[in-house]
């Protein structure tokens, strides 16, 4: 990676081996893409707002949207869920899809004797209503609550990614 460091008024190229941000990947593949802001925004079904909080702010895509979501910007971007998280394929073995992230919950739950309630205390996230439809997991949560529900359950939130 190649990035521009100003040095006394200046710019100086350095190279390091750090990955791009989440943010300024997701710039990259819109930038790849051909698409504007406004039109990344269109597509996506977005305020244009939205596309440059997602683009100027490193935690805003997997804080303030869904896999599903995050499913659907990528398609209009044409890249994989993946390759935008820099997850390799061999890194998030199998994917996990919605319905099995729900077996997991119900089975963590009967496996500790614990309440659904309970369970939601320790992932900090309600996930009753989810539960019976489970592609809701996966439009109502945001990722970064998925992460949660996955360190609870001992599964790599990657597999989600993988799966999308």
């Known amino acids: 990676m190649l990035i521009s460091v100003p040095l ?17 990947r997701f710039r990259a593949a819109r930038e790849r893409a051909g698409l504007s802001r406004d039109d990344a925004a269109t597509d996506m079904g977005v305020p244009v707002e ?14 303030s949207y ?18 935008l998280f820099l997850i390799k394929p061999d890194e998030a073995e199998p994917p996990i899809t919605a319905e099995q992230l729900v077996k997991l919950i119900r089975e963590h739950c009967r496996s500790r004797k614990i309440t659904l309630p309970a369970f939601e205390n320790a992932v900090g996230w309600r996930l009753s209503d989810s539960l019976d439809d489970p592609l809701a997991l996966f439009e109502d949560l945001s990722l970064e609550g998925l992460r949660w529900v996955c360190d609870e359950l001992g599964v790599d939130w990657r597999q989600i990614i993988v799966g999308l």
């Open 50 to 63: 939205c596309v440059w909080e997602i683009e100027s702010q490193d935690d805003e895509l997997c804080t």
């Open 66 to 83: 869904a896999p599903a979501d995050i499913r659907h910007f990528c398609k209009v971007l044409g890249v994989r869920p993946a390759d």
């Open 8 to 24: 006394r008024g200046k710019v100086s190229a350095v190279t390091t081996d750090a990955p791009l941000p989440l943010s300024l």
